[in-house]
């Protein structure tokens, strides 16, 4: 291995002097200005404070091609990642070459300025093939290029005005010079990254505290807390968690500062991209595992990369980043040692136990709230990863049924309510279609875009009251699948979601006539009343489906509880 001892000077930063600054803000409150995305925020960060040296702005359109097709920008130099300005076609169009634009954050602060050189289209269908090995939805990054990101590129150099600013966590974040200056004044001259978007265990506390010793170097745990994968454990949880793992080392051998980097699961791009960005911050190693910054499966089901082609295109040009890779060692529990060892290295295997629990075992043991053995977690990570993740029976969930005028919905939603409320330990909140249209809709009718506002305002409800732990119980009509669906999809962030459909047929709804307005909607007296002259789009794969004719209302609700025990909802 070469000895690579960090030159730790400060790097080029793109912000103005305190100064300039001052005045360059008040200029700049003139200019056209664009409110940047999250993603964008957090790109423009890591540009402005030397996290992509030797970037000085968004790509132009032709480093971009570079980038895209080979890796280098238009001089050549190797960088992996596009870094791009989108904004919609509407945007762009107000934009003239030249012209200089303040980026704001999205309460307004200005942040920096970009004079705009280049504005063009780009072929987003083969940036997904050349930098994320496939035009697959499946691809977060992908999906994001496709679906979120405009249409327009807009390329050109920053000035730097302030930090975006960050209440969470501030002394824990540190700029790449002010890593270079903390290793400086400790006399660290080899520092091992660990880059990482997971809570720790004990598995990786050795592998890197052993990456460390083998490289004879300091250790910066340097997690992403900018933006990692949909569905990861959000960053306040881990650094909770990280903070008690930092007590596990000796003292002295390692530090932890946090990177608001917006990650795009690129795998061996982007190893490499990581890797220029822990050159920056003045590490000399790093550590690249197996499927590194991997975004799961494709939509075949398949791997989008082998799990050792990021190490593969990291090694091919670590000395060109000028960062020296440490692949991970693949660490196990051996219950008869009781320690950690490295696999390869185990020569007795078949006489030991080699222990292991994998991320799919320990969410289902978090679900369940079983069991997690100390020695694959420490303690404190563990209770952590509790408070956020309770056991389903303690999570809140969302109970919507669906279907027409008079099936019943709101009689069995009453008696579901009662029925958990007697039980106790969650709140319980109705959200039935009468309540809401007087309280949350008063002003909307019943046209399809009316309806789908009104099932949204529902669905953006009970969501905060599933993130919140609660029992939500909506029963409006809600006769569009999509809909439904949409909704399903911002409840299951926090909590189960279950679909009921109330499926009492339209003639027994109608002879029933509960409220006499069937009869009205046949005179014509009300319009676009549902099942009359208005669609029902009756759910395929509900959770459940009830039956009303000839079953009381308590049995219904009773199944439903049952139900829900079934689901690990409510103990049993
Ligand atoms: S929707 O489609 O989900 O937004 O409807 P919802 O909010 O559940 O409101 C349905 C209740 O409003 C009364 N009502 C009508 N229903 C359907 N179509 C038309 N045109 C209509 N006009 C008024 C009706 O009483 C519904 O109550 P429920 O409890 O479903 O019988």
Redesign the pocket.
């Known amino acids: 291995s070469t000895l690579m001892q960090s030159n730790l000077a400060p790097i080029p930063e793109l912000y103005v002097s305190y100064d300039s600054a001052q005045k360059l803000k008040v200029e700049a409150a003139e200019l056209t200005s664009l409110d940047l995305t999250p993603r964008q925020i957090c790109d423009l960060e890591l540009l402005m404070n030397g996290g992509f040296n030797p970037l000085k702005g968004f790509l132009s359109e032709e480093d971009y091609n570079g980038v895209v097709e080979n890796m280098r920008l238009a001089d050549g130099t190797l960088w992996p990642m596009p870094i791009t300005l989108d904004v919609s076609e509407d945007f762009a169009a107000k934009i003239e070459d030249g012209q200089d634009i303040a980026l704001r954050d999205q309460e307004g602060v200005i942040l920096a300025t970009m004079t705009v050189t280049d504005k063009w289209e780009p072929n987003k269908a083969n940036e997904a093939e050349k930098v994320f090995g496939a035009d697959d939805l499946a691809h977060p990054a992908v999906n994001y290029l496709h679906n979120q990101a405009g249409k327009i590129y807009l390329g050109g150099p920053v000035t730097g005005i302030q930090q975006p600013v960050h209440y969470d966590f501030r002394a824990r974040r540190d700029t790449p010079n002010e890593l270079r200056a903390y290793f400086r004044k400790l006399g660290w001259r080899k520092v091992v990254a660990f880059q990482t978007r997971n809570p720790l265990h004990r598995a990786h506390q050795e592998l890197t505290f052993r990456a460390a010793k083998e490289a004879q170097a300091n250790l910066l745990i340097h997690p992403v807390v900018g933006m990692t994968k949909p569905g990861d454990v959000d960053h306040f949880t881990r650094v909770r968690c990280y903070e008690a793992v930092l007590d596990k080392y000796p003292s002295a051998t390692t530090s932890m500062s946090l990177l608001n980097l917006a990650m795009r699961m690129a795998g061996p791009r982007e190893a490499v991209w990581h890797g220029i960005i822990r050159k920056n911050h003045g590490c000399t190693h790093m550590i690249v595992g197996r499927d590194h910054a991997g975004p799961g499966k494709n939509s075949a089901g398949e791997d989008f990369y082998g799990p050792y082609d990021a190490q593969d295109l990291f090694r091919e040009h670590q000395a060109e980043i000028g960062i020296e890779m440490v692949d991970f060692k693949h660490m196990v529990y051996v219950q008869e040692r009781a320690q950690y060892e490295p696999f390869d290295e185990i020569e007795d295997r078949e006489n030991v136990t080699i222990l292991n629990i994998s991320g799919t075992e320990l969410r289902r043991r978090l679900a369940e709230g079983l069991e997690i053995p100390e020695w694959f977690s420490f303690p404190e990570v563990v209770s952590e990863l509790r408070k956020t993740k309770p056991p389903r029976s303690k999570q809140g969930f969302t109970v919507f049924f ?6 019943g ?2 009689t069995i939603a009453n008696a579901l309510m009662v029925k958990l409320m007697e039980m106790g330990g969650r709140p319980v909140t109705l959200l ?3 309540i ?2 007087k309280n949350l ?1 008063s002003e ?3 046209s399809k875009e ?3 506002l ?2 949204r305002r ?1 669905g953006y409800v009970a969501s905060e009251i599933t993130k919140n732990g609660g029992i939500a119980i909506c ?6 699948t999509a809909t439904r669906r949409a909704v399903r999809e911002d409840i299951e962030q926090f909590g189960a979601f279950l679909e009921i459909h109330v499926a009492t047929s339209l003639e027994e709804c109608e002879r029933r006539d ?2 006499g ?1 069937y009869k009205l ?1 046949r005179e014509g007296k ?9 669609p029902y789009e009756e759910p395929k794969t509900p959770e459940l489906r009830v039956e009303t004719e000839n079953v009381d209302v308590d049995n219904c609700a009773h199944q439903v509880i049952l139900k829900l025990e079934s689901m690990g909802l409510i103990a049993g």
């Open positions: 669906t279907g027409l005028s008079g099936s919905k709101s039935d279609g009468d809401v249209r809709s909307l009718g019943f009316h309806r789908d009104n099932i529902i029963a409006p009509i809600a006769p569009y509960r409220k307005l909607a009300i319009k676009e009343f549902t099942g009359i002259s208005d």
